[in-house]
């Protein structure tokens, strides 16, 4: 079984800011790993993936990943926020294997980006 | 890229119809199309997974006489909930594999179903 936790539901930073949000997961086969986004009353936008190789991503809207397996964990960072920032953001895991394409969904992250 | 729609993107009715939930792969085919439940400020739930051709597997918990899932070609899945309830509002999002990469799917844009 695979799972995901985001540490923190509701993030706050100023424009500008560094962005943190954290994901950590449990797999019991090698995972591949993604970010997306949701604004209000749509669907999700893939920020970025790790699948294998690299183990920094960088994904659309200067958002970067990075995947430490020591550490079971794949944050979510970008160096300065922007007012267009401000969304729902979900990590996931899929282990690619036997539940081929089934993500699992952390709970969430809601940014808020204040000026 | 690969785009998904949804149609409706709002519904609204009266407590015991039954609403169908279109999702379509403009741009792509997909064998695969996954149905999942949003609540408001809440993470989104896989109900079902959908493969053309074949009938759908529904996540532990679901109803399937409820929610009636079609996968009639490759580009086309549909839900239907059936005898929709007030508690059955909720954002309903679909989303299809591309067969590209690795298991990237792309999600459409959302329904969201009312029910008075």
């Known amino acids: 079984a695979q799972s995901v936790t985001q540490l923190g539901s509701h993030v706050s930073v100023s424009e500008g800011a560094l962005v943190l949000l954290r994901c950590n997961y449990s797999?019991?086969?090698?995972?591949?790993l993604f970010w997306y986004v949701q604004y209000p009353n749509q669907g999700l936008q893939l920020l970025l993936k790790y699948t294998t190789g690299a183990t920094l991503v960088k994904g659309i809207n200067g958002f970067e990943a990075e995947f430490k397996k020591s550490e079971t964990s794949f944050h979510l960072t970008k160096p300065s926020a922007h007012m267009s920032d401000a969304a729902d953001y979900f990590c996931?895991?899929?282990?690619?294997?036997?539940?081929?394409?089934?993500?699992?969904f952390g709970q969430g992250t809601i940014l808020t980006v204040h000026p | 890229g690969a785009v998904v729609s949804q149609h409706p993107s709002r519904v609204i009715c009266k407590s015991g119809t039954s609403v169908k939930i279109e999702c379509r792969s403009l741009?792509?085919?997909?064998?695969?199309m996954f149905w999942y439940r949003q609540f408001p400020k809440k993470s989104l739930m896989l109900m079902a997974t959908s493969n053309e051709g074949s009938k759908a597997t529904y996540e532990q918990g679901v109803e399937k006489d409820k929610f009636l899932i079609n996968h009639a070609s490759l580009t086309l899945s549909t839900l239907t909930v059936t005898s929709a309830h007030p508690e059955d509002s909720s954002f309903y999002i679909c989303?299809?594999?591309?067969?590209?990469?690795?298991?990237?799917?792309?999600f459409g844009p959302g329904t969201r179903l009312t029910v008075l």
């Open positions: 989303s299809a594999l591309t067969g590209l990469g690795y298991n990237e799917q792309f």
């Open positions: 996931a895991v899929c282990d690619g294997g036997t539940s081929y394409g089934k993500l699992t």
């Open positions: 741009d792509f085919q997909a064998t695969t």
């Open positions: 797999s019991s086969v090698p995972p591949y």
